[in-house]
């Protein structure tokens, strides 16, 4: 023990040992200060007065008027305590007890997880809970409260006989979790309550019961563990409903039942599902993984909202990945669950009609050594579909029933010179390669002869036939050069970078196209923009290969200010200078039809955009045509983010593609913000208004509020189906978290806060 004080004053006769004036004493780790301690040689106590403070071996600092306490600091008596734990914790008594070191119990307790305002001190904080006693106990590690008050905001709101928590040194604990509440139109009100089952250090469970008003209850759990080299989770969930009915029109069930049913005449009104994700590190560049969702049908998880699993498209996957310096290679098998309302195959869905793919395969290799001092790059690319159900739309056939397969090697190496003047030429040399066979059902070669004999597809593509193979090889080499010219120039306050661009790409014709004979699995997604057209290949995809000679010419743009303001802008055109045109030449899915690209001379492309240093921000991009300058694509944004308003606005148009799917033109205008009234408060809201069915197709609004000890969110959110506006769902959630004590209301917000 090390004593410091001012004063040491012996006293033989009464066996005492008194110190006076500033009074510091280390013992164990841990530390006492007071302004007067006089200690007991008979007892073996110390009496510490005036702004006594104890520091523990942890950081929890104990404060008091006047403390009793042995000289090994294990057991005491305190009046007027206060503790503040490490993690920022506190607790008041009137007086406090504590015995062998690990048991304090506090005599008309206070415990909160807010510090002390520091304008005012002595206020109430945001929430607290008064009790008759509060037993700590320091080798369970918990808190129980006995006759307690919740008090919020100084006022009492809830009454509390007894309740235990873990403290705050705990992480992990046994035990329930704060109730969850949630409202859905189609499942009426549910209210859940978890309970967590600490098992070990490396492994957890928690079990959860929701109850819906319209549904009844469903059963969930969730098994985590964790190893040296990864973790893995097991969730699984389930509910009889009790009334399907209640769902609305066109919300799946199993077993065939239709709205106009009765609710008890669903042969199978059980639902579930089962997911899991892992992720293992083989070694230091080699990781293993999974995530895969098992359900009875195709939109329970999405239906009950059930946590990682909700999402409109889920991918279901087992993959193999490697990274190592400039290798690349990633193996997967996958499976997409569209988590829809549709019925059946009849009112469109898509769900049964997903692929099964088994396997994917991306290789990626740049050597470090250049070749002819350029960059040589290799690509592999593989894969297997397997399909059950023809996925099929009028003029389009966007997936085949049976098998198919591709494997794809590509090498390309480009060196860039720099000239005297300025002028940056860069030379390309491209080579792909790819296998490719089909096993289509009689079901699926119909289809495409029908779809070759469509009239509307015979007068875009006139004489196209159906050349659908079981297998074929083909090739594309390319011969490529681009050039680029940056100038600049230099203002008083600001300078200004112009960049006329130019590309040449010389390649044969792309092969098997016009005769529907390629089948397009991962090249349906096609957009020509200012983003796109300095691309080589403008598919996205490997199923289809631009193909032809083709010219992209353009000039970039970007200036930057002294006042912190940044512009930049982009635009050109494209032109088909000899061979077959790919955009013009038809697919099983007509990616390439009205996209700005089909005729020799494409459209215009352009993009215009600025940044302020204040937080403003601002585009406009859009497709321009070619004889008229009509616009047939534009999007445009803006956006602030600052303080206290984030703020983003949005209009999109795209011209109609009838052969592409979309037989309407589409314009939808978006609008996202956040306020920050103060430290503490914001309000935040979005929506989504379709332009041509004027409907308001999403809504949504909020309320927040966050400090150190204690968060609230309430929000309320709107969908309408574009076709039907009194087709709406409402979603209503909220969120209050108290810190150390846990979460009460929605597991998820409905809106998420900007």
């Known amino acids: 023990m090390l004593l410091e004080s001012d004063t ?3 006293d033989n006769d009464n066996q005492t040992v008194t110190a006076v004036g500033g009074v510091q004493i280390d013992y164990g780790g841990n530390r006492l200060v007071a302004q007067r301690v006089e200690y007991d040689r008979k007892t073996k106590r110390l009496v510490a007065s005036g702004e006594v403070q104890i520091v523990q071996s942890d950081g929890t600092k104990i404060n008091s008027d006047h403390i009793d306490i042995t000289d090994d600091f294990a057991d005491g008596f305190v009046n007027a305590l206060r503790v503040e734990t490490v993690d920022k914790t506190y607790f008041a008594a009137e007086s406090a007890e504590r015995m062998g070191g690990v048991l304090t119990t506090f005599h008309n307790g206070v415990y909160t997880a807010c510090a002390p305002c520091e304008d005012k001190p002595d206020s109430a904080p945001i929430w607290r809970i008064k009790a008759r006693k509060i037993i700590w106990n320091g080798q369970k590690h918990t808190v129980r409260f006995q006759d307690s008050n919740f008090e919020f905001f100084g006022f009492p709101i809830a009454y509390l006989p007894a309740f235990e928590i873990a403290d705050p040194t705990v992480k992990r604990k046994s035990g329930f979790l704060i109730p969850s509440v949630t409202f859905n139109d189609d499942l009426g009100v549910g ?5 967590y089952f600490a098992l070990s250090p490396t492994y957890d469970l928690t079990a959860k019961g929701t109850y819906y008003s319209k549904q009844g209850f469903l059963g969930e759990a969730e098994w985590r563990q964790r190893f040296n080299n990864g973790q893995y989770t097991l969730k699984m969930a389930g509910i009889s409903q009790k009334d399907p009915g209640a769902l609305k029109d066109g919300n799946y069930r199993p077993g065939g039942y239709t709205v106009n049913s009765g609710p008890n005449d669903d042969p199978n009104k059980f639902r579930g599902m089962m997911g899991t994700k ?5 070694n230091e560049r080699w990781d293993f993984g999974w995530d895969v969702l098992l359900q009875t049908d195709k939109n329970f998880a999405r239906t009950y909202k059930i946590d990682g699993y909700n999402d409109y498209v889920y991918r279901s996957e087992v993959y ?13 098998a996958m499976h997409f669950d569209v988590q829809e309302n549709y019925l059946d195959s009849s009112t469109g869905a898509r769900s049964d009609k997903q692929p099964w793919v088994l396997p994917s395969l991306d290789y990626a290799y740049i050597p470090d050594t250049p070749l002819a001092g350029g960059q040589l790059s290799l690509n592999l690319n593989a894969r297997l579909l397997r399909r059950d159900d023809l996925d099929s739309v009028p003029h389009r056939i966007r997936g085949l029933e049976g098998e198919s397969g591709r494997i794809t090697g590509e090498a390309e190496w480009k060196r860039t010179f720099i000239t005297e003047n300025g002028l940056v030429i860069t030379p390309l040399l491209a080579f792909q390669a790819d296998a490719d066979y089909v096993n289509a059902s009689s079901g699926s070669l119909t289809a495409v002869n029908n779809m070759a004999l469509n009239s509307d597809i015979q007068h875009a593509y006139p004489g196209v036939g159906n050349d659908m193979r079981s297998s074929f090889a083909r090739y594309m080499a390319t011969l490529g050069l681009e050039m680029r010219w940056p100038i600049l120039f230099s203002g008083v306050h600001s300078s200004h970078v112009v960049e006329p661009m130019a590309q040449l790409f010389v390649r044969p014709d ?19 923009d200012a983003s796109t057209l300095f691309e080589r290949d403008k598919f996205s995809g490997y199923d289809r290969i631009e193909g032809g000679t083709r010219a992209n ?10 006042n912190g303001w940044s512009t930049h802008a982009i635009f050109g055109q494209s032109y088909q200078i000899a061979g077959r045109n790919s955009f013009a030449s038809p697919d099983l899915v007509n990616v390439g039809i009205e996209s700005g690209l089909e005729d020799d001379a494409s459209d215009y492309v352009g993009l215009i955009g600025a940044a302020s240093p204040s937080g403003w921000s601002g585009s406009l991009s859009g497709r321009f045509g070619e004889q008229d300058f009509g616009v047939q694509r534009m999007e445009a944004k803006v956006g602030y983010t600052g303080r206290p308003v984030t703020l983003t606005a949005g209009y999109a148009f795209i011209r109609a593609q009838p052969l592409y799917g979309f037989a309407e033109d589409r314009r939808e205008a978006s609008l996202n913000g956040s306020l920050r009234i103060n430290d503490n408060w914001r309000v935040f809201g979005s929506g989504t208004y379709d332009l041509e069915t004027n409907v308001l197709v999403r809504d949504g609004f909020g309320f927040g509020y966050a400090d150190e000890c204690f968060t609230y969110l309430m929000t309320f959110s709107e969908t309408r189906n574009r076709e039907d506006s009194n087709d709406k769902s409402l979603n209503v959630g909220f969120n209050i978290s108290f810190r150390t004590l846990g979460d009460f209301g929605s597991s998820s917000s409905a809106i998420a806060p900007q």
Do not use: W
């Open 320 to 332: 193999l990945t490697g990274l190592n310096d400039r290798n690349y290679f990633d193996l997967r």
């Open 191 to 195: 209210v859940g309550i978890p309970y």
């Open 510 to 528: 792309e092969q098997y196209v016009g005769g529907l004979a390629v089948p397009n699995e991962d090249a349906q997604s096609f957009v020509f």
């Open 8 to 10: 040491l004053v012996y």
């Open 553 to 562: 010419v353009g000039v970039r743009y970007t200036g930057s200010y002294e």
């Open 278 to 282: 892992g992720r293992f590190a083989i």
